[in-house]
């Protein structure tokens, strides 16, 4: 008989790597997260959408960034990952779902989504984000 299980089985163990260290993925380590914001606005200078900070002691595995306005074609974004804008001035044709493949941020690192409204029209914008942290 193995020494895993009384049946004989193996037992297998998932691990993630995370900030150079190996973290067991098991309940007690990761809570799930999603952030769902809005922001309605006629504003001509850019407004906080959604904000996330990453909290102490943990690290954040981002999954995925979805935006939505209920006008596209007159609302204009904002991406700004870790202090750093990723892009900005974009108006989108389509409701955009950004996946970022499991990407990792260390305690602290923010993640900023804003919008404004291209020409004054009355624009609500909606952001969402998913992931989960890990302690």
């Given at each position: ?15 993630q790597v995370?900030?150079?260290q ?32 990453v909290p ?5 595995v ?18 700004t990952?870790?202090?750093v804008?990723q ?21 602290g690192?923010v ?15 909606y ?5 989960k942290?890990?302690?």
């Open positions: 008989m193995g020494r895993d299980h009384p049946d004989g089985t193996s037992r297998t163990i998932s691990i995370i900030s150079a190996a973290v067991p993925e098991i309940a007690a380590n990761a809570s799930p997260i999603s952030r769902l914001s809005t922001l309605t606005t006629t504003s001509l200078s850019y407004g906080t959408v959604l904000s996330y900070t102490t002691s943990t690290v954040t981002l999954y995925g960034l979805e935006l939505y306005s209920n006008v596209l074609s007159k609302t204009s974004w904002q991406l990952l870790k202090g804008v892009w900005t001035a974009q108006v989108l044709p389509s409701p955009l779902n950004i996946f970022f493949a499991d990407a990792r941020l260390s305690a690192d993640i900023l989504l804003e919008a404004l409204s291209s020409d004054g029209t009355q624009v609500t914008a952001g969402h984000l998913e992931g942290e890990v302690a």
